[in-house]
């Protein structure tokens, strides 16, 4: 199972703090809005986006069918694919994607400790 490029969601108070203590660590801009309160943030090939107001958890995100640094890669394993074998194998999803369609979509679980998962594919 390939699940693409990996990155932290970090649900922020303010994400403009939030952008400075980052950059302070390395961290550069490397994509969103802060006008909409999010941004994705790299250091080499840590990615973590921050984002204000959006969600209540931090999020352990994955994103099919790129990588770190947010490029397309062929061929990539669709996120259906990747529902179908979490589900053969019992992993509970907390959202699922929909298998008549293609392009973007995204499915959601929960580890065993709590932790969100986001495996959420953009093309």
Known sequence: MHLGA???SLSVKDIHKSKAFYEKLGFE???GDITQNWLMMKNENSVIGLFQGMFEDNIITFNPGWN???DDVNP???VREIQKQLKEQGV????EADE???GPENITMVDPDGNPILIDQHR
Do not use: H, M, R, Y
């Open 76 to 78: 990539f394993t669709d």
């Open 92 to 95: 509970n999803l907390v959202s």
């Open 6 to 8: 990996f990155s932290i």
């Open 68 to 70: 770190q640094n947010s």
């Open 100 to 102: 008549t369609t293609e």
């Open 29 to 31: 801009v490397a994509g």
